[in-house]
């Protein structure tokens, strides 16, 4: 049977707003709620239909604390069986590129044959962890797909990209991420979860080498930007208000 | 040591490859040393012209292309390859999906940082490559210095001047890439029709919601989108209802666009279709509702049924264009 894992990640709902510390150094997001990334939706119910096709065993990754448990426990309430939760021994901030090497050390182990993962993470659109992985393990792998098939021993992607897309086969091992469109996540109903929260979760420990990987880049500043509109509304009769708008848009942009 | 940037073309260099270029260039001339780029298509000499005045010292190419039929397996080490042997500082490639998905393998292979998805790139007071990097659906925007090198950039659409100097051409240099060793199969490479504008690189977009009232609405937008040149951008919640297809989607879980001018039509503006189109120049606003969230966030609101003020609107500009002469 073939065994697929799902990287899934918690991120803060976007309707809440992260501070600044007071160094202006680094973003506080511990009060704010936390969902599962909406991209790892789409690759969770990917591996859930894959199952309800051909049978597979489906094991859910996370990588950080408290925090990545909830989102193993989404995935739970969703249709995976398996927990991993990854952790780092020391505590560091962690790029996309040190995230990678740890979820790596895990995934290798584990040796699925088929990883998917969300197309970015929206906390900070990162967008590289899964193709960081698919590179350190020789997994063949395609970004933004939105539409999948499962062979024997190969895998049929559509993978889009502006002004067009490519069909692709892939050979397993490989790792795709998710783009909107390719499903529509079955949301849980409340049985289902409030028996993901007793569901028990495996840790997989990363070596203290791998995981003191130091980051590549200093934060400079952190601002809140706040784009200058003017909110003017214009004449609410039509012909008015369109003229005024006319006039306006052909001094500012179309002279 | 030297900067690289990868050009993207599709089925041509688009603007974006263009800024790109730009901002890489006026890195290197910071950091004093050479721009090259690598060319991922067919026919390099095609591209000399567009690629004049730019600043780039060397345009490597490969000899039968990689695009269309490209193949990650080959193009990834390649790169990996060149950049070493150049000593490469930064690698700057434009934001599109796959510059990001090469720039994500790549930096993997060379074990180096990436930041996708920036809205600006300079040097810092020592010449560290610095960039502006949106997080959090654009809610707060941080400076990042790149100490480690080499590190990885990719640049968004529409958000670095284009500057062009003069008329010197690159030179060329020919490589072949070992056949690779076939993970991948390209069973088909499909391009829409050429002509119509790419939402993400348009420097006007005009997008409709819920308040559209149905798909068979769509023509008013689309001739509003006709005289302005302009893209056509849409809700999560039109894409939802089967009115359009995903590639229309601005916002957090569809596409991120900072064109010079917005025009939402029939949207209400909540959080999620904000993060798509925060960075824009100007903002207009139709909607029937005065207080529809939208209004807090443009520049000029017309409150009224966008099925009168569309077409109205279409007309007004019609009979400013200046005559063709
Ligand atoms: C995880 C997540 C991700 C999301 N990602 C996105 C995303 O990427 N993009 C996105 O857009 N949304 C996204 N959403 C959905 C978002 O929250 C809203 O549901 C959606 O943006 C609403 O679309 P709308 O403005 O078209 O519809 P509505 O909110 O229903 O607004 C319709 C507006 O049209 C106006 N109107 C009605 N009739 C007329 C008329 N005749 N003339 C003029 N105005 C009229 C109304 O006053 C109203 O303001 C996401 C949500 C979640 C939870
Ligand atoms: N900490 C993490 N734990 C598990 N999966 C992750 C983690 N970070 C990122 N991913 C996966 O990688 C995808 C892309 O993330 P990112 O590169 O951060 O945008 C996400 O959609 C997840 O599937």
């Known amino acids: 049977m073939i065994k697929i894992c799902?990287?899934?990640k918690s991120v803060p709902d976007t309707a809440s707003m992260p501070g600044i510390s007071e160094d202006g150094r680094s973003v506080v997001v511990e009060d704010l709620d936390y969902v599962l990334n909406p991209f790892d939706e789409y690759a969770i119910e990917a591996a859930v239909q894959l199952k309800e096709l051909h049978g597979a065993e489906l094991t859910a990754v996370s990588l950080g604390g408290e925090r990545a448990s909830q989102a193993l426990r989404s995935a739970f309430a969703m249709g995976i069986n398996n927990g991993v939760l990854v952790r780092a021994p020391v505590a560091t901030e962690m790029s996309g590129r040190g995230a990678a090497v740890c979820l790596a050390a895990a995934l290798r182990e584990m040796a699925p044959d088929l990883i998917l993962a969300g197309k970015q993470a929206v906390d900070d659109d990162g967008a590289q962890v899964a193709e960081r992985i698919a590179e350190h393990l020789g997994f063949a792998h395609a970004s933004a797909v939105n539409h999948l098939e499962v062979k024997e021993t190969s895998l049929t992607v559509k993978r889009v990209f502006e002004g067009g897309y490519m069909v692709l086969e892939l050979p397993l091992p490989a790792l795709v991420t998710t783009e909107k469109g390719i499903n529509e996540p079955r949301y849980p109903a409340l049985p289902q979860i409030l028996k993901?929260?007793?569901?028990?979760i495996d840790e997989f420990m990363v070596s203290e080498p791998v995981a003191s990987l130091a980051l590549g880049w200093e934060v400079e500043s952190l601002t809140v930007p706040c784009p200058e509109r003017r909110r003017q509304l214009l004449d609410d009769n039509?012909?008015?208000?369109?003229?005024?708008l006319a006039d306006l848009l052909r001094q500012e942009f179309l002279s | 040591m030297t900067v690289l940037v990868l050009l993207e073309p599709r089925c041509k260099l688009t603007d974006s490859n263009l800024t790109t270029v730009s901002a890489a260039a006026r890195l290197a001339r910071r950091l004093g040393v050479e721009l090259h780029a690598v060319w991922p298509g067919?026919?390099?000499?095609?591209?000399?012209?567009?690629?004049?005045?730019?600043?780039?010292?060397?345009?490597?190419?490969?000899?039968?292309?990689?695009?269309?039929?490209f193949s990650h397996e080959a193009w990834v080490p390649f790169l990996a390859d060149l950049a070493r042997f150049l000593e490469t500082r930064l690698i700057v490639a434009p934001s599109s999906a796959l510059g990001k998905a090469w720039c994500a393998a790549l930096a993997a292979r060379l074990g180096a940082e990436l930041v996708q998805d920036c809205t600006a790139l300079e040097a810092a007071g020592d010449g560290t490559p610095l960039v502006e990097k949106p997080l959090y659906a654009g809610k707060i925007v941080?400076?990042?210095?790149?100490v480690d090198s080499p590190a990885l950039v990719t640049l968004r659409p529409n958000t670095v001047p284009l500057e062009r100097t003069g008329e010197e051409t690159p030179d060329i240099q020919f490589h072949s890439i070992p056949a690779s060793n076939g993970l991948c199969i390209i069973q088909d490479v499909v391009w829409f029709a050429a002509g119509t504008v790419e939402l993400a690189e348009a420097r006007v977009?005009?997008?409709?919601?819920?308040?559209?009232?149905?798909?068979?609405?769509?023509?008013?937008?689309?001739?509003?989108?006709?005289?302005?040149?302009?893209?056509?951008?849409?809700?999560?919640?039109?894409?939802?209802?089967?009115?359009i297809d995903q590639a229309h989607q601005v916002g957090q879980t569809g596409k991120t666009v900072s064109p010079d001018l917005y025009i939402a039509c029939g949207i209400s503006g909540t959080i999620q279709h904000l993060a798509g189109m925060r960075r824009a120049g100007k903002v207009v606003a139709i909607n029937k509702d005065p207080a529809a969230?939208?209004?807090?966030?443009?520049?000029?609101?017309i409150v009224g049924d966008?099925?009168?003020?569309?077409?109205?609107?279409?007309?007004?500009?019609?009979?400013?264009?200046?005559?063709?002469?």
Do not use: M
């Open chain 1, 6 to 8: 799902v990287l899934v």
């Open chain 1, 196 to 200: 993901a929260r007793r569901k028990p």
């Open chain 1, 238 to 244: 039509v012909a008015a208000g369109t003229a005024q």
């Open chain 2, 42 to 69: 067919k026919k390099v000499e095609d591209q000399l012209a567009l690629l004049a005045g730019l600043g780039i010292r060397c345009l490597h190419s490969v000899e039968d292309g990689v695009l269309p039929q």
């Open chain 2, 142 to 146: 941080a400076a990042l210095r790149l």
């Open chain 2, 205 to 243: 977009v005009v997008a409709g919601g819920r308040g559209l009232g149905g798909p068979e609405n769509w023509p008013l937008l689309r001739d509003l989108c006709d005289v302005l040149g302009a893209a056509l951008g849409a809700s999560r919640a039109v894409v939802d209802a089967g009115w």
């Open chain 2, 293 to 301: 969230e939208i209004f807090r966030h443009c520049d000029y609101g």
């Open chain 2, 306 to 325: 966008l099925h009168e003020v569309v077409p109205a609107l279409t007309r007004e500009l019609k009979a400013r264009r200046q005559p063709v002469a």
